[in-house]
């Protein structure tokens, strides 16, 4: 099975099956290196610590939901448990949206494997960027909502 | 072009954390073991998304001239490229990890980088987790939120772009030098 080029010459499907592989392939060890430092994380930090980090402080909750979300990592389900246990210990609904926002955007033990593969200024800037932007989603999103009710 | 660091870059990354396990063997083994766990289980779970992503940048290149890439997420797609960055995004699914290698692909065939830090922002929408999202936060909650994030995503591209532009036009600052 073969695709022209514009320059008329042809691809093979598998030549391309081949390059994705061997593209792939460079990344595997990074990849590794993450998920063993997912497994570490999220055997050594449990709920509880998280749940009790946040001091009840408006402002300062919000940036360190931004921070513990930033340096969470895992599925995003677990990220809604813990910020629905935290709304029922009464942290303010700022920090929580500010924890399950850079739980997703924000890669800090991802960081490695993003630097290396999509380099290192991207990454510090894209996940800089992501942990302001959560503050300031949760703050919309919380006054947005007050706003609205 | 890639230096000899850049090239191992990935393999002294996976000694130092492989270091790290035996370190932390000596002083708990238990939980060494409890992560080697957890990490084999997170690996047979992401296996059939590399396979997709490994589909997925066969087809990229088998059918995604560069020409082609320019046109939709390149420098002048417009609004056409912002639709599709922030659509894909939302409907890939998968660690972030994973997508790290196509979308490298993808900017190597002219995707604008202000397209990828879109794609990876607005993944935080999970279109299959919304249901629970909606349980424990209510619906309204997760329309506004889901909006911001939608704009949060344009504006993180836009901002990554501009200081791109702006690190291109005056030179590599010393900022950029400690990068």
């Keep these: ?149 | 072009m890639k230096t000899k660091r850049d090239k191992y870059h990935g393999f002294y990354f996976l000694l130092a954390v492989i270091s790290l396990y035996l370190i932390l063997f000596f002083f708990c083994p238990e939980k060494v073991y409890d992560s080697l766990k957890v990490s084999g289980d997170i690996f047979i779970r992401i296996i059939p998304v590399l396979f997709l992503v490994i589909l997925f940048m066969a087809l990229i290149n088998y059918f995604l001239h560069p020409k082609t890439v320019e046109k939709y997420v390149g420098k002048g797609s417009g609004i056409k490229g912002w639709f599709f960055a922030i659509s894909a995004g939302i409907i890939s699914h998968g660690p972030i990890y994973v997508w790290y290698p196509p979308l490298k692909d993808l900017r190597d065939r002219g995707m604008r980088s202000g397209l990828i830090a879109a794609f990876l922002y607005s993944r935080a929408i999970k279109i299959p987790l919304l249901p629970l999202m909606v349980y424990y936060f209510g619906a309204l909650f997760v329309t506004v939120l889901l909006l911001y994030i939608v704009i949060a995503s344009l504006i993180e591209g836009e901002i990554v772009e501009l200081i791109e532009r702006k690190a291109k036009r005056i030179g590599i600052s010393s900022f950029f030098l400690l990068l």
């Design chain 1, 1 to 149: 099975m073969t695709n022209p080029k514009p320059d008329g010459r042809e691809r093979s499907i598998v030549i391309s099956f081949y390059r994705a592989f061997k593209s792939f392939g460079t990344a595997i060890p990074t990849l590794l290196g993450v998920v063993l430092l997912l497994g570490l994380f999220l055997t050594l930090v449990s709920k509880q610590f998280i749940a009790s980090v946040f001091t009840g402080e408006l402002f300062r909750d919000t940036v360190i939901g931004s921070a513990m979300g930033s340096i969470a990592a895992g599925n995003p389900i677990t990220s809604y448990i813990i910020g629905g246990e935290l709304m029922k210990e009464g942290v303010s609904l700022f920090a929580i949206t500010a924890f399950i926002v850079t739980w997703v955007t924000v890669c800090v033990v991802q960081f490695p494997a993003e630097a290396a593969i999509l380099g290192r200024r991207f990454a510090v800037i894209r996940n800089s960027l992501s942990f302001f932007l959560a503050i300031l989603i949760s703050i919309a999103t919380v006054t947005t909502l007050m706003v609205i009710q």
